[in-house]
């Protein structure tokens, strides 16, 4: 089993900056790819943005060039950094960590991002 633990949510003003945390503890040997989620009231779940194993990164486009993820190795923690923040980034953000070996996907508990105009 894997834990992840989010912070960094809140209230920010349109154009403002967060950055969100998720630290993996359990059997983390196993992770090949972490990564975020956002779920919009009225909406379904999306992909944000992921981090393999390798550090490769891939990003919807909605936030290409505005949001980064990185991971600290000596930490077990995945960060995204969210940039020139929109109203239309309002959503709970959900942390991801894939297990392709048993194709198990683990989830955070969310946290909420509000950004208002």
């Known amino acids: 089993q894997v834990q992840l633990v989010e912070s960094g949510g809140g209230l920010v003003q349109a154009g403002g900056s967060l950055r969100l945390s998720c630290a993996a503890s359990?059997?983390?040997?196993?992770?090949?790819?972490m990564g975020w989620y956002r779920q919009a009231p009225g909406k379904q779940r999306e992909l944000v943005a992921v981090?393999?194993?390798?550090?490769?990164?891939n990003y919807a486009d909605s936030v290409k060039g505005r949001f980064f993820i990185f991971r600290d190795n000596t930490k077990n923690t995945v960060y995204l950094q969210m940039n020139s923040l929109e109203p239309e980034d309002t959503a709970v953000y959900y942390c991801?960590?894939?297990?392709?070996?048993?194709?198990?996907?683990?989830w955070g508990q969310g946290t909420q991002v509000t950004v208002s105009s």
């Open positions: 359990g059997s983390i040997d196993n992770i090949n790819a």
């Open positions: 981090i393999s194993s390798g550090a490769r990164t």
């Open positions: 991801n960590a894939r297990e392709d070996l048993t194709r198990t996907n683990y």
